[in-house]
């Protein structure tokens, strides 16, 4: 069995090996393509912004009290 589930035929000959190495090729590089389309989405500040921008204003007053407060000695 295959780690989807499914149950995959045993290529037999080099042509069908190179097939299936060539489908499986293609398979990764998508999956491949999405991880990094996901990972830009949720990494990007502006997305942050615009879906909380409460949040952030309060983030950004938070850390600027602190960086205020850390350089009085």
């Known amino acids: 069995m295959a780690a989807d589930g499914k149950a995959r ?9 190179r097939a299936e190495i060539e489908r ?13 389309q996901e990972v ?3 990494t990007d500040w ?6 909380r921008p409460y949040t952030c204003v309060g983030a950004a007053f938070f ?3 602190l960086i205020g407060n850390s350089q009085r000695r």
């Open 9 to 17: 035929v045993v290529p037999q000959t080099s042509e069908q090996i």
């Open 24 to 36: 499986t090729r293609a398979e990764l590089a998508l999956s491949v393509g999405e991880l990094r």
């Open 40 to 42: 830009a989405r949720r």
């Open 46 to 51: 502006r997305q942050w912004v615009l879906e």
């Open 63 to 65: 850390v600027g009290f």
